[in-house]
């Protein structure tokens, strides 16, 4: 199997640092809103305010410049094609807080679970379904 290019390991990179970046709106969503909502609630709010600053950061630098159509439609299929990635990271959010105590008590291990659980997947369709190549 050969060895990725190093464009596509700095795509990565970014993408990476761009998740980092949602990893803290998502923190701070869930402990901003988890006393009023509940931990379940505050996580889908999270998975919605982290998505959408992601996309519009990945459309700004991770993939400058590549995917076509208005942004509103490339933002919609950003969170469609991103479903799978979805289920896996907020699936396993769910679980974490469902049956581990220190979970539930500190949501950023279960943030975290999520984010890695999800972020190949999601990386995967952000680079060949949402900000594809040209050509």
């Known amino acids: 199997m050969p060895l990725p290019s190093r464009a596509l390991i700095f795509e990565f990179l970014r ?61 919609a299929l950003f969170l469609a094609v991103n479903l799978i990635g979805f289920v896996l990271n907020r699936g396993t959010y769910a679980i974490c807080v469902t049956f581990s105590a220190i979970a539930a008590a500190n949501p950023v291990l279960a943030i975290a679970a999520g984010t890695v659980a999800g972020m190949f997947v999601n990386f995967h369709f952000s680079r060949t379904v949402v900000f594809r190549a040209k050509g």
Request: glycine content about 16%; aromatic content about 16%.
């Open 15 to 75: 993408f990476g640092t761009v998740g980092g970046i949602g990893f803290v709106v998502d923190n701070a969503t869930v402990y901003g809103t988890r006393a009023a909502i509940g931990l379940y609630w505050a996580g889908a709010a999270a998975y919605l305010t982290a998505a959408t600053t992601t996309w519009l950061i990945n459309r700004l630098w991770t993939f400058r410049g590549r995917g076509t159509g208005p942004m509103h439609k490339q933002w």
